[in-house]
């Protein structure tokens, strides 16, 4: 399954429902950065992880842990009596918002964007693809899904977009939304989805194997 959520952390309810979720480690993680701004996200972000885990499983916050690599990639396990089970997830932060994904399929990521239209966006964005036409909205999507599929497969934007996004068109996965796409990008197949909010642009990736059936 996976599962993937955003919030604003200037938002009262959101923001005390999402730390409400966060436990001593959090703290402790969150006062490694040397911002207040960079410490409230950390910690935010991992009280939505918490809460992401208890929608997608059913069980306590308490039972996940959450490391990180050196290189910053996020390490999940579901801690058990027996077992523990490996989890993937991916955080992204703009300006006060801060989106996360969850899943235990394979690696996954995510990339939110606000959208700040004082920013000229087409011009920026055609620096990955100079071949980019679109306003404003769509170059911050294209952003949020070159980044997500980077993520994904830990290797930082795609260059250039076209030449590595190409649309699957046969039957890997199934697929129950129209909106999601699977992309063969060198070796390896994910499943793309983006989501068009109010305020903002996001994208979730996650790589998939051949036998992997992906409902949206």
């Known amino acids: 399954m996976i599962i993937?959520?955003?919030?604003?952390?200037?938002?009262?309810?959101?923001?005390?429902?999402?730390?409400?979720?966060?436990?001593?480690v959090d703290v402790q993680q969150a006062q490694r950065h040397?911002?207040?701004?960079?410490?409230?996200?950390?910690?935010?972000?991992?009280?939505?992880?918490r809460q992401l885990y208890c929608l997608l499983t059913g069980q306590r916050g308490d039972v996940l842990t959450i490391d990180q690599t050196e290189n910053g990639d996020l390490v999940l396990y579901q801690t058990g009596r027996l077992s523990s089970q490996r989890l993937y997830g991916s955080l992204s932060h703009s300006g006060s918002f801060v989106f996360a994904g969850l899943t235990d399929i394979g690696p996954i990521g995510i990339d939110g964007e606000k959208i700040d239209h004082r920013r000229d966006m087409p011009h920026i964005y055609k620096f990955i693809d100079p071949g980019f036409v679109g306003g404003?909205?769509?170059?911050?999507?294209?952003?949020?899904?070159?980044?997500?599929?980077?993520?994904?497969?830990?290797?930082?934007?795609?260059?250039?977009?076209?030449?590595?996004?190409?649309y699957r068109k046969h039957g890997l996965t199934k697929l129950r939304s129209p909106d999601v796409q699977t992309l063969a990008i060198d070796d390896q197949i994910l499943a793309l989805r983006s989501f068009k909010l109010p305020l903002c642009e996001m994208s979730v990736a996650i790589t998939l194997r051949p036998t992997d059936s992906y409902v949206g």
Request: include cysteine; glycine fraction near 4%; proline fraction near 4%.
């Open 34 to 49: 040397k911002t207040e701004r960079r410490r409230l996200q950390s910690q935010f972000s991992r009280g939505l992880l």
């Open 136 to 166: 404003c909205r769509d170059a911050y999507r294209a952003w949020t899904r070159n980044e997500a599929c980077g993520k994904a497969l830990k290797c930082g934007l795609l260059l250039p977009v076209p030449a590595a996004l190409q």
């Open 4 to 24: 993937a959520a955003f919030a604003d952390m200037k938002d009262n309810f959101p923001y005390n429902f999402i730390m409400s979720a966060c436990l001593e």
